[in-house]
């Protein structure tokens, strides 16, 4: 079985503060993917990032970053200098390959918000 | 530019009565998949299907009826709507790859559905 862990329910932040967000994953498969997904306010599920399991490098998108870490299970997504457009829920999501047509496991998400 | 759209975009239904959340994409894409989020919740599977013609069950199956009959439609059905089926419904779609890679999905803005 598939199991993703947001263990922050709600994060607060100041404008401008660094802020990281956790996700820990379970799965048996060896290849796998893993994304992030943003949810604002207008409800609305917006695609951050994908990830497999074979490429543990570090990505970095303008404020954006991901450390993905096999030897802990982990894929940590860190914003820098936040923003008050920042504030949504943020959902880490896992994909086994040997799951049919892609299906995803979420997290049960982080709510983040940075405050002006 | 529509991509996965869902409708009706809100819905109010007495409990024993049924309908069809319709979700059509125009990406062409193989796989479809419904979710539903529960308030402060992560989404969870409830049907997808690979093309047309299969689907198969989620992680929340029960209650929920799915056709694919098409490549672009893949509508949900309620019988016999019951209060825990209020939710916010999630349709999303996902391209198939020739190194089978699991692609991001694309989701649709949701219908909000109450059940009194």
């Known amino acids: 079985a598939q199991k993703v862990t947001q263990a922050q329910t709600e994060i607060s932040v100041v404008e401008k503060e660094d802020v990281t967000l956790d996700c820990v994953y379970e799965?048996?498969?060896?290849?796998?993917?893993l994304f992030w997904y943003k949810q604002p306010p207008s409800g609305e599920l917006v695609f951050l990032i994908r990830?497999?399991?074979?490429?543990?490098q570090n990505e970095i998108s303008g404020r954006y970053s991901w450390n993905f870490q096999k030897s802990t299970s982990s894929f940590n997504f860190t914003i820098t200098a936040s923003q008050v457009v920042d504030s949504a829920v943020y959902f880490c999501?896992?994909?086994?390959?040997?799951?049919?047509?892609?299906?995803?496991?979420f997290g049960e998400g982080t709510q983040l918000t940075v405050n002006p | 530019n529509a991509g996965v759209t869902q409708t009706p975009k809100f819905r109010i239904l007495k409990i024993g009565q049924s309908m069809t959340l319709q979700c059509t994409q125009d990406?062409?894409?193989?796989?479809m998949y419904w979710y539903r989020q529960d308030p402060g919740m992560g989404l969870k599977l409830i049907y997808y299907?690979?093309?047309?013609?299969?689907?198969d069950k989620g992680e929340v199956p029960n209650g929920y009826n799915v056709s694919r009959s098409t490549t672009e439609d893949f509508p949900l059905r309620l019988e016999l709507a019951a209060p825990s089926q209020t939710s916010v419904y999630f349709c999303?779609?996902?391209?198939?790859?020739?190194?089978?890679?699991?692609?991001?999905?694309?989701f649709g803005d949701g219908t909000r559905l109450s059940i009194l």
């Open positions: 299907s690979v093309g047309a013609g299969i689907t």
């Open positions: 990830r497999n399991s074979f490429d543990e």
């Open positions: 999303a779609s996902s391209p198939w790859r020739e190194d089978n890679s699991n692609q991001p999905q694309h």
């Open positions: 799965t048996r498969d060896t290849t796998y993917y």
């Open positions: 999501a896992l994909s086994g390959r040997r799951a049919s047509g892609s299906r995803l496991t």
């Open positions: 990406m062409n894409h193989n796989y």
